[in-house]
T-cell receptor, first 110, second 114 residues
Framework: GNSVTQMEGPVTLSEEAFLTINCTYTATGYPSLFWYVQYPGEGLQLLLKATKADDKGSNKGFEATYRKETTSFHLEKGSVQVSDSAVYFCAFSSWGKLQFGAGTQVVVTP | EAGVTQFPSHSVIEKGQTVTLRCDPISGHDNLYWYRRVMGKEIKFLLHFVKESKQDESGMPNNRFLAERTGGTYSTLKVQPAELEDSGVYFC????????????FGPGTRLTVT
């Protein structure tokens, strides 16, 4: 069945380090792909999205590329800041509803 | 434009009691979704309203859960009677349209059943 697998956390990094969060999905067809972020004490916010193969979504220095051949949508940022500490969720859209991964907590230390 | 709001932010109840969660979507958003995250696991879909109609309720865990959206505005999710495994964070989201359109999420209601 449909599923999203993302790397387990917590991921602890120093400021200015490179961040990668792996995400792979199992779905029928070619769904739209998303990364959502939840900052402490806040709700989920859309970070970026990609709607078709080879599309690259980007926002706030984060990037992810829709890889159809590997069914992946890995999230990357070249230089993280303390303010990037949050839980990151990979998701895809299936018939209007979102299918999420378990979330990856990222902790960035000064 | 006001975002999606949820009430209460946190609820602690005993097993067997009833709890009602409320969600106010963004004005003009016909689509309203409920999701739940249990014990740090993935966020799971519960159901989807289009205006006042239930479009998809395939994620509702059992008949102890009842969702309504009278008048197509705010929605309530009632759990009766609550069980321990119902503890988690309940998120509401709304969108103007389905498909790849962004869903805007509320801050969630943390439900603790003791």
């Amino acid at each position: 069945g449909n599923s999203v697998t993302q790397m387990e956390g917590p991921v602890t990094l120093s400021e200015e380090a490179f961040l990668t969060i792996n995400c792979t999905y199992t779905a029928t067809g070619y769904p739209s792909l998303f990364w959502y972020v939840q900052y402490p004490g806040e709700g989920l916010q859309l970070l970026l999205k990609a709607t078709k193969a080879d599309d690259k979504g980007s926002n706030k220095g984060f990037e992810a590329t829709y890889r159809k051949e590997t069914t992946s949508f890995h999230l990357e940022k070249g230089s993280v800041q303390v303010s990037d500490s949050a839980v990151y969720f990979c998701a895809f859209s299936s018939w209007g509803k979102l299918q999420f991964g378990a979330g990856t907590q990222v902790v960035v230390t000064p | 434009e006001a975002g999606v709001t949820q009430f209460p932010s946190h609820s602690v109840i005993e097993k067997g009691q009833t709890v009602t969660l409320r969600c106010d979507p963004i004005s003009g958003h016909d689509n309203l979704y409920w999701y739940r995250r249990v014990m740090g696991k993935e966020i799971k879909f519960l159901l989807h309203f289009v205006k006042e109609s239930k479009q998809d309720e395939s994620g509702m865990p059992n008949n102890r859960f009842l969702a309504e959206r009278t008048g197509g505005t705010y929605s309530t999710l009632k759990v009766q009677p609550a069980e321990l495994e119902d503890s988690g964070v309940y998120f509401c989201a709304s969108s103007r349209a389905q498909g790849s359109h962004e869903q805007y999420f509320g801050p969630g209601t943390r439900l603790t059943v003791t």
